[in-house]
């Protein structure tokens, strides 16, 4: 039988690229564990142009609300994301929930 775990020093390195890969996206890393292997990165909400938003729900003659709406309560909200090796090697990526 084929073993499919991966070496102490493989995680590290998978782990590794999972969070230079994060950051690279713009996250920010907020806390990182190296013997657990786990980290929690962040990400600001993006700002939303109000102004813009209110001439594309004039010029679509209101349809644009749905879309504002998403933006403004979604979009703009941050995010924390938990990246970690599970106990058999790995990698797994799980949203936090943010209050």
């Known amino acids: 039988m ?3 775990q991966l ?3 493989q995680s590290l390195q998978v782990f590794s690229n999972m969070i230079s890969n994060k950051v690279h ?3 920010t890393l907020e806390e990182r564990n190296d013997e657990l292997l786990f980290a929690v990165l962040s990400k600001g909400g993006k700002a939303v142009d109000h102004g ?3 001439i594309i729900f004039c010029l679509t003659l209101g ?3 749905f879309a504002w709406l998403y933006l403004t309560v979604e979009a703009s909200k941050p995010k924390k994301v ?3 090796i599970d106990e058999d090697g790995f990698p797994f990526e799980e949203r936090c929930l943010v209050a």
């Open 82 to 84: 938990l990246v970690a």
């Open 2 to 4: 084929k073993n499919n």
């Open 52 to 54: 813009l938003n209110f």
């Open 63 to 65: 349809l644009w609300s």
């Open 7 to 9: 070496s102490q020093e």
């Open 25 to 27: 996206r713009g996250f």
